[in-house]
C-alpha cells in the first residue's frame, strides 16, 4: 500500500485546536475519497471524518461542530485538512488519514502512518 504523507498533530489543552493534513501524490490515480480515522488505546477505529471529490463531507456525531474536514486538488496531488477546535480529552487518539480511489491497475486504498494528537491538562 501506499503511504500518504500526514503533517500535524500534537498535545494541546481542552479548548485548544490543531490542524492536521494529508497529502496523496500521483497522476494516474484520481482520488475519490479522503479522510481521517483515529483509534485511542483500547478502543476500536472510530471513522472521523470524509470528504469526496465533490466536495460531499461527513462527520461522526462527536466531533460535528467543532471539527472541519477540506480538500485541496492539485496537479497530481490531493491534500486534506482536518481543522480541530475545541478539543476534548475524548479526541485523543492516533489519527490516520486515508484515500479511496482509482488506477488504471484497479481500486486503490492508502494510509498514513499515523499522527498522534493528545489533549490533556
Known amino acids: 500500500q501506499e503511504q500518504l504523507m500526514e503533517s500535524g498533530g500534537g498535545s494541546v489543552q481542552p479548548g485548544g485546536s490543531l490542524r492536521l493534513s494529508c497529502a496523496a501524490h500521483?497522476?494516474?490515480?484520481?482520488?475519490?475519497?479522503m479522510g481521517w480515522y483515529r483509534q485511542a488505546p483500547g478502543k476500536q477505529r472510530e471513522l472521523v471524518a470524509f470528504?469526496?471529490?465533490?466536495?460531499?463531507?461527513?462527520?461522526t456525531d462527536s466531533v460535528k461542530g467543532r471539527f472541519t474536514v477540506a480538500r485541496d486538488n492539485a496537479e497530481n496531488t490531493v491534500t486534506v485538512s482536518l481543522e480541530m477546535n475545541i478539543l476534548k480529552f475524548e479526541d485523543t487518539a492516533v489519527y490516520h488519514c486515508?484515500?479511496?480511489?482509482?488506477?488504471?491497475?484497479?481500486?486503490?486504498?492508502?494510509w498514513g502512518q499515523g499522527t498522534q494528537v493528545t489533549v490533556s491538562s
Open positions: 486515508f484515500a479511496h480511489g482509482v488506477a488504471p491497475w484497479g481500486v486503490v486504498d492508502y
Open positions: 500521483g497522476s494516474m490515480v484520481r482520488i475519490y475519497v
Open positions: 470528504i469526496t471529490s465533490g466536495g460531499t463531507t461527513n462527520y
